[in-house]
């Protein structure tokens, strides 16, 4: 069987915009076949996101390398890579003086919809939007909230693909907000689009991103699946008790457990795949401790990004877990 | 079911051809551009001139409303090369005002608020862009140019019967290859002062003065340095030159129609650069 075609393949891609050179010789692959995906493009300010998303989408020419994107080369085959995206920029755009409605309809028009069909799908998109009862007015009048609507609406209007979104929740109130990343993740998971999330809130990326990105300096620095990072991570807990815990160690061992003691009743403890938390909570009653506090530990976004971009050196307490000697269990 | 009630579902049909999401662009803007009014009030104006040219072929073909006057003046009426130079001159003028009053209409507001991104990540490239606002700036100067000069042939070919027609088929050639250049080299400059200048009052402005200003020069440079050869960088003048030779009529003196041609071409190319340069989707600052 042939391994599935990734979304996005880069090799070697290096983009030089005047005389710097932005990204530096990336390789990845992004993506498996199948739709229903949302890929987080992560980095700090000018580690060359924009530029990774302008380079796909055929505006800057690469100085070494090649992209693909949906199996095909983004400038050889570029009209009919956009054929399949859909495009929401970081900045303002639209024409001022120009409804909403007709705006979209040209958009779909340029897709390639048929004058009817685009003209029911600006409709549909606008009012799917939020954005019905302003769909007469001119783009100019709206509120930047409204206009980042406007600007996921022309998006979406002709079906694509792959939705590429760079930073779509800026300037959106919290419930706003809400609203753009229930959209998203409806997009992904009712309409099986894949998408393309680049934002600096590490809180959007978290909530709606399966696979994450992290782009420093213009290079990949890390790329993690979160599905696998969150599974991993429930195999961490966090534990406070009370009472006699001097053998726990011994019997979490027999479950084939891990566990260190950080003294005061706070343990750190490691299951094993196939063990469950319900395994844990009958070995803590067995033993006739009190729980006061069982987490899951959570290595956050903020610290895989911080980790990636190396502004933190290791997750707070990760040392504490690992004697000296052995490997780390971030890792896992 | 109305739409309002439908929910979002991905577009699964037919999609069209690539020619008809190109034309998408003149469509819309056409039907922007009529709705302005000053632009359509023009346009109207524009026709005046062509009507009276069509009165003035009528009469100088009616011998019998003719007998009495002198042969000068029969000989003045007669419709011929500079009859139609004269036509082509005045109504260049009225395509200039057209296009300065709906060319920066059409690109500028597409940069004001940074539209080019939206256009051009989907599957139509910059030429496509141009070339569909190009076409509003052609079918808006049509009407007003080689149409209405190819009426006139027609009339009076018509009139004058077929032997006329065989002896003057330069005459109809002219001005339709005379014409296409001038609404390729005005729409052009129109698109290019759209394109540098965001404001369209502005942009407008930039329009009339590349025409304006540039003779201006060439006569200041005449005067100064006693040069016929300051046509070329009038592309009025340079076009009249040119128009004179498809005619048949005596040119005045200085650069002939092939060196004007040549200057014409490097003003177009470099309009052409112009907009190379300003219609990116992304601005990259070096």
Known sequence: MQPAAPLIELEGLSVRLGRREILHRISCRLGGAGGGKTIGLLGPNGAGKSTLIRTLLGFHRPSAGRARILGQDCLKGSREVRARIGYMPETDAFVANMTAVTFLKLLAEISGLPSEAALEKAHEVLYHVGLGEGRYRTLGTYSLGMRQMAKFAQAIVHGPELLILDEPTNGLDPAARRRMLALIREMKESHGMIVLLCSHLLGDVEEVCDEVVILNDGRVVHHANLEEERRANRRFVELEVTGDDRDLARSLREQGAEGVNEGQGRWRVVLPAGVELEALWALLAREKLGVHKLTHRRDSLEEIFLKAVGRLQRTPGEESLVPKGESTLAGL | ?286
């Open chain 2, 1 to 286: 079911m109305p739409v309002y009630r439908r929910g979002y579902q991905r577009y699964a049909g037919p999609v069209t051809a690539h020619r008809h999401r190109m034309l998408a662009f003149p469509r819309h803007a056409w039907k922007r551009l009529m709705e302005q009014r000053l632009v359509v009030l023009v346009m109207l104006a524009s026709f005046f001139w062509p009507l009276l040219c069509a009165v003035f072929v009528y009469l100088s073909n009616r011998a019998d409303l003719l007998q009495g006057f002198d042969k000068a003046f029969v000989a003045f009426l007669e419709v011929k090369g500079r009859f139609f130079l004269i036509f082509m001159n005045v109504q260049s003028a009225a395509a200039v005002i057209l296009a300065a009053l709906a060319g920066p209409g059409l690109v500028a507001p597409d940069l004001t608020n940074n539209a080019l991104p939206l256009y051009l990540s989907r599957p139509v490239s910059r030429f496509d862009y141009v070339l569909g606002r190009w076409l509003v700036l052609a079918a808006l100067l049509s009407p007003v140019t080689w149409i209405p000069g190819l009426l006139l042939f027609a009339i009076q070919s018509g009139m004058a019967g077929w032997g006329w027609f065989a002896a003057n088929w330069r005459l109809g050639a002219g001005v339709l290859l005379g014409f296409a250049a001038w609404i390729l080299l005005v729409s052009l400059v129109a698109l290019a002062g759209s394109a540098l200048v965001r404001w369209r009052i502005i942009a407008g402005a930039l329009v009339l003065a590349f025409f304006f200003v540039l003779a201006g020069a060439a006569q200041i440079i005449r005067q100064i340095l006693r040069t016929e050869w300051s046509v070329l960088m009038d592309p009025g003048g340079a076009m009249y030159r040119i128009w004179s030779s498809l005619l048949g009529v005596e040119a005045p003196e200085g650069p002939g129609a092939l060196a004007c041609g040549l200057a014409l071409i490097a003003m177009a190319l470099l309009l052409a650069w112009v907009l190379e340069r300003r219609l990116r989707p992304v601005e990259v600052v070096s």
